[in-house]
């Protein structure tokens, strides 16, 4: 056995050191777009988010964007490391089994003002995917509503409205503010259209078991 | 008033030399028990393998040896962590989502965005219809996705019947679409 191993111990060796640094320098081949000087600042961003358990892929896309539209090395990295922020953001609010579809669009509704309690309250008050319900919200804030009446109003409908709904809900909202109502007014009246819709339609569906 | 000892040793080994009678049928009835009994581990190869794996072992080993075998085991553990941290693609059914675009003076036209790693040559858009209408499908699982029109190589567009991306970090503009576990953007 001690000579056998002895044996195996150069091979082994040799292994462990070409193995070794190859796994730590891993980087994804997609960013060979950007430039020498980004590159390794961006791909140690992200590599910190792989360490977190953070999902990488919108990070990848973010930088990617930003090399197509020629966009600086500063500016390239600063959007890589905002967005990895507000992902561990919207990770801490929505809980560790939040999908990283969710994570990306609880980002986004971050980036667009909403607050880490909201995305919470949101988790508590849907069983089903939160992607819609929160790139919703990140839509309405982006419309100009403010936050506090998306919030209110993407909540009062999450528990029950299905995806289609919500969507719905959001055109409804775009559409009367391109009318010129109020933001704030215009999310009001297409929840309360909404809810009343849905509750009609929820009525009117299969009752299962468990479900509201 | 004591017998000599070697009086008695002599009475206890007459009492002992004296003939027994055995039960003729002793033997064959002790051997049924035994084959009666469970062999312990089982004769099969399972139960070699089980007790050939509880018996106790030494082995020896090389400080270098060691530590050949403990860094072996640390690029083990360092490469599975990088996998299983790695974004699995989700197991997700995917719906299909036509993109269009007015652009009459347009010669090329491309989709690019979150599903296509932002590259302009793999997802060109081709006219229909009539010559201003440029179209195009992908299939998307669900997610919210930032994406753009490149026309001609040069000119960025948003797409004017979605969402614009107001979280865009390039001033170039982008749209937005949300595709649902269901729904739709």
């Known amino acids: 056995m001690k000579r056998a191993l002895a044996g195996a111990t150069g091979p082994l060796l040799a292994a462990i050191l070409v193995a070794a640094p190859a796994a730590a320098q891993q980087v994804d081949p997609r960013l060979e777009r950007l430039d020498a000087a980004t590159r390794p600042v961006v791909a140690a961003l992200i590599d910190s988010a792989r360490t977190a358990s953070l999902p990488t892929e919108p990070l990848v896309q973010r930088a990617l964007e930003g ?27 929505l809980g560790s089994t939040a999908s990283p579809a969710e994570l990306s669009a609880g980002a986004a509704a971050l980036r667009a003002g909403a607050s880490q309690t909201t995305l919470a309250m949101l988790r508590h008050a849907r069983r089903e995917s939160l992607i819609v319900p929160l790139a919703v919200l990140a839509d309405l804030v982006s419309s100009g509503v403010p936050v506090d009446s998306a919030a209110a109003a993407v909540l009062s409908l999450a528990r029950r409205a299905r995806d289609a709904d919500l969507v719905e809900f959001r055109r409804a909202v775009e559409r009367d503010i391109a009318l010129g109502a109020p933001p704030a007014a215009a999310t009001a009246a297409a929840a309360t259209a909404s809810a009343q819709s849905v509750d009609v339609n929820a009525g009117a569906r299969p009752q299962r078991p468990g479900r509201p | ?96 989502f036509q993109f269009v675009l007015v652009a009459p003076r347009a010669a090329r036209v491309s989709l690019v965005g979150d599903f296509n790693d932002w590259d302009a040559t793999r997802t060109p858009m081709q006219r229909t219809g009539s010559d201003a209408l440029w179209t195009v499908v992908v299939p998307l699982e669900p997610g919210r996705y930032h994406y753009a029109f490149f026309v001609d190589g040069s000119r960025w567009l948003a797409d004017p019947s979605a969402p614009v991306a107001r979280d865009d970090d390039y001033g170039a503009p982008s749209s937005v679409l949300t595709v649902g576990g269901g729904g739709d953007s």
């Open chain 1, 67 to 93: 090399a197509t539209k020629g966009a600086p090395e500063g500016v390239i990295v600063a959007a890589v490391r905002r967005l990895a922020v507000d992902l561990g953001r919207a990770r801490d609010a």
């Open chain 2, 1 to 96: 008033m004591f017998e000599p000892m070697d009086d008695v040793i002599e009475r206890i080994a007459r009492h002992l030399r004296r003939p027994v009678q055995v039960d003729p049928a002793l033997d064959g009835r002790v051997m049924r028990e035994i084959s009666a009994l469970p062999t312990p581990g089982g004769a099969t190869m399972v139960g070699k393998a089980w007790r050939w794996l509880r018996r106790p072992r030494q082995f020896t080993l090389t400080p270098l040896g060691g530590l050949a075998a403990v860094a072996a085991l640390a690029v083990a553990l360092l490469l599975f962590r990088r996998d299983s941290t790695s974004p699995t693609p989700p197991q997700v059914a995917s719906r299909a």
